[in-house]
């Protein structure tokens, strides 16, 4: 049975998403005495973020997906994650069991106003889709260059990986040095294998996060940590 407080929070956030306009799909509680709300906020480096509100009796769990576990240089990518909690505004960063990165919160109900939802979806999206790039960078900056070599060396569009072109070794904005010295070579040298590597659903949208909620402890262990 739903409790009054669950039942007051969940319409105030209807009425904030529908308000907004946000594209947005409640999950089925299980019988508990929850709601679920899965969100899709549009963004600029990211195609976009997903959000889980978990509302309850005792309040609201916001959880967001931002990118997958870093392929390199875990540490530089926890500290620099550890430093930008600092200020943040009622998110953080964490990590769940399988080390995906993620903002998480929790807040109390009577905290919850439309204002308030509004803050706390901004910082969200400001984070995950403003940060996202930089993770990419510190944690996955191998992937980014071969993924580069690689679409060089077939005359593949380099459109979505503009953005990591400084840190490409011997090139030069706008082409491929003419000696082809780097990892942008024409010939490709140093490129994956057929078929690219994983760097490109990366950098699109960070892959797929696992079906929010199904695991809310995880992500909620790992923060504790």
Same mark, same amino acid.
């Given at each position: 049975?739903?409790?009054?407080?669950?039942?007051?929070?969940?319409?105030?956030?209807?009425?904030?998403?529908?308000?907004?306009?946000?594209?947005?799909?409640?999950?089925?509680?299980?019988?508990?005495?929850?709601?679920?709300?899965?969100?899709?906020?549009?963004?600029?480096?990211?195609?976009?973020?997903?959000?889980?509100?978990?509302?309850?009796?005792?309040?609201?769990?916001?959880?967001?997906?931002?990118?997958?576990?870093?392929?390199?240089?875990?540490?530089?990518?926890?500290?620099?994650? @550890? !430093?930008?909690?600092?200020? $943040?505004?009622?998110?953080?960063?964490?990590?769940?069991?399988?080390? #995906?990165?993620?903002? *998480? =919160?929790?807040?109390?109900?009577?905290?919850?106003?439309?204002?308030?939802?509004?803050?706390?979806?901004?910082?969200?999206?400001?984070?995950?889709?403003?940060?996202?790039?930089?993770?990419?960078?510190?944690?996955?900056?191998?992937?980014?260059?071969?993924?580069?070599?690689?679409?060089?060396?077939?005359?593949?569009?380099?459109?979505? @990986? !503009?953005?990591?072109?400084? $840190?490409?070794?011997?090139?030069?904005?706008?082409?491929?040095?003419? #000696?082809?010295?780097? *990892? =942008?070579?024409?010939?490709?040298?140093?490129?994956?294998?057929?078929?690219?590597?994983?760097?490109?659903?990366?950098?699109?949208?960070?892959?797929?996060?696992?079906?929010?909620?199904?695991?809310?402890?995880?992500?909620?262990?790992?923060?504790?940590?």
């Amino acid at each position: 049975m739903t409790s009054q407080v669950t039942t007051d929070l969940s319409g105030t956030i209807e009425d904030f998403l529908g308000e907004r306009e946000l594209t947005y799909s409640r999950k089925d509680s299980g019988g508990k005495d929850a709601d679920y709300f899965v969100i899709e906020l549009p963004g600029e480096k990211k195609l976009k973020t997903t959000v889980l509100l978990t509302v309850g009796p005792h309040g609201l769990r916001l959880e967001a997906f931002v990118c997958r576990k870093p392929d390199e240089n875990h540490e530089g990518v926890y500290k620099w994650m @550890l !430093k930008r909690n600092r200020r $943040l505004y009622g998110v953080a960063y964490t990590l769940d069991n399988a080390g #995906d990165i993620y903002l *998480v =919160g929790r807040h109390s109900a009577d905290s919850i106003t439309a204002a308030e939802l509004d803050r706390l979806l901004g910082q969200t999206l400001e984070a995950a889709d403003g940060d996202f790039n930089v993770l990419l960078e510190i944690g996955f900056i191998t992937s980014i260059r071969r993924e580069w070599a690689w679409r060089v060396s077939r005359g593949e569009s380099l459109n979505n @990986l !503009k953005a990591f072109e400084h $840190l490409i070794e011997g090139h030069e904005p706008g082409g491929v040095r003419p #000696d082809g010295v780097g *990892v =942008g070579r024409a010939d490709g040298a140093g490129a994956p294998p057929a078929g690219g590597s994983r760097a490109e659903s990366v950098v699109q949208n960070g892959v797929a996060p696992r079906d929010l909620g199904d695991d809310e402890d995880d992500v909620s262990d790992s923060a504790k940590a």
